[in-house]
Nanobody, 115 residues
Framework: QVQLVESGGGLVQPGGSLRLSCAAS????????MAWYRQAPGKQRDLVAV???????NIADSVKGRFTISRDNAKNTVYLQMNSLKPEDTAVYYC?????????WGQGTQVTVSS
């Protein structure tokens, strides 16, 4: 079992920055890929970024050049650095971890971009 705790969401003005964190605990020796998804009201949950054990990262085209994903294996934590935020980035952001062939989800953290 893996437990995920997210933090770092909040209200930010357009053009601002936020850094999301997701700390994993439990069967942490089995973690493979770590990812961030987001879900806006009335829309499906979409992949934002994913990073593998080998630090290979993929970023969604909609946020490429503005968002960066990274991980600290010593802290079992994945980060999402979000810069140049836009109102359309407003959503609940979820952390997802692949461990021992199973997907685990965090509780979600709200990001609101508004003036």
């Amino acid at each position: 079992q893996v437990q995920l705790v997210e933090s770092g969401g909040g209200l930010v003005q357009p053009g601002g920055s936020l850094r999301l964190s997701c700390a994993a605990s439990g069967s942490i020796f089995s973690i493979n890929a770590m990812a961030w998804y987001r879900q806006a009201p009335g829309k499906q949950r979409d992949l934002v970024a994913v990073i593998t054990n080998g630090d290979s990262a993929n970023i969604a085209d909609s946020v490429k050049g503005r968002f960066t994903i990274s991980r600290d294996n010593a802290k079992n934590t994945v980060y999402l650095q979000m810069n140049s935020l836009k109102p359309e980035d407003t959503a609940v952001y979820y952390c997802q971890v692949l461990a021992s062939g199973r997907f685990y989800w965090g509780q979600g953290t709200q990001v609101t971009v508004s003036s």
